[in-house]
């Protein structure tokens, strides 16, 4: 199965379609329809069977079984980890894996939790704007990576201000 461009004649019925429902598709991620918009594909999808997602749950998955019944959980597991198709070796860096590790989101509530959620320099409160900073770099001092002493809160503007944002420290350090 080849992806070949529409040609110019599928492209415009295509916009005669469009044009003739007065759908007009989102230009960004993100945005979605209106409710009017919304109601007309409603409509025009009622009673449509979408079989491409059955289709390829059944390819990638292979989660049925002959009768049409959902496998038990294990038969979902062949595609995990060295199995799964999309497996590149264990190539996750390390500072990702703590970066995303239990551990790390305890000292991030913990440092946010002591300083009152509130930026330790310019007093800007709340938990969007807020990063946890590392005082001594988290690279270089892999010891204190969890040391709430070693964290500060901070908005993103003081942030983006420190000797340690970023990677400011590693060229101080020659690294």
């Known amino acids: 199965m080849h992806n070949k461009?529409?040609?110019?004649?599928?492209?415009?019925?295509?916009?005669?379609?469009?044009k003739r429902l007065h759908i007009k598709p989102p230009s960004r991620k993100g945005i979605s329809w209106s409710k009017s918009q919304t109601e007309k594909?409603?409509?025009?999808?009622?009673g449509r069977k979408i079989t491409w997602g059955k289709k390829l749950s059944k390819a990638l998955?292979?989660?049925?079984?002959?009768?049409?019944?959902?496998?038990?959980?294990?038969?979902?597991?062949?595609?995990?980890?060295e199995k799964s198709p999309w497996w590149r070796g264990g190539i996750t860096p390390v500072y990702k894996k703590i970066r995303n590790s239990?551990?790390?989101?305890?000292?991030?509530?913990a440092v946010f939790k002591r300083d009152n959620w509130?930026?330790?320099?310019?007093?800007?409160?709340?938990?969007?704007?807020?990063?946890?900073?590392?005082?001594?770099?988290?690279?270089l001092y892999p010891a204190?990576?969890?040391?709430?002493?070693n964290?500060?809160?901070?908005?993103?503007?003081c942030h983006k201000?420190?000797?340690?944002?970023?990677?400011?420290?590693?060229k101080q350090n020659g690294l």
């Open 5 to 18: 461009p529409h040609t110019e004649e599928t492209k415009e019925k295509l916009r005669k379609i469009a």
């Open 41 to 46: 594909m409603r409509k025009i999808m009622k």
């Open 61 to 81: 998955l292979g989660n049925t079984n002959s009768l049409g019944k959902r496998k038990p959980k294990e038969a979902f597991d062949r595609i995990r980890g």
């Open 102 to 109: 239990v551990e790390y989101k305890y000292w991030r509530e």
């Open 118 to 139: 509130t930026c330790i320099w310019c007093n800007k409160r709340g938990r969007g704007e807020l990063n946890a900073d590392h005082i001594k770099p988290f690279a």
């Open 144 to 149: 204190l990576r969890f040391a709430i002493d």
């Open 151 to 157: 964290g500060r809160t901070l908005c993103r503007d």
């Open 161 to 170: 201000k420190t000797d340690t944002f970023g990677n400011k420290s590693k």
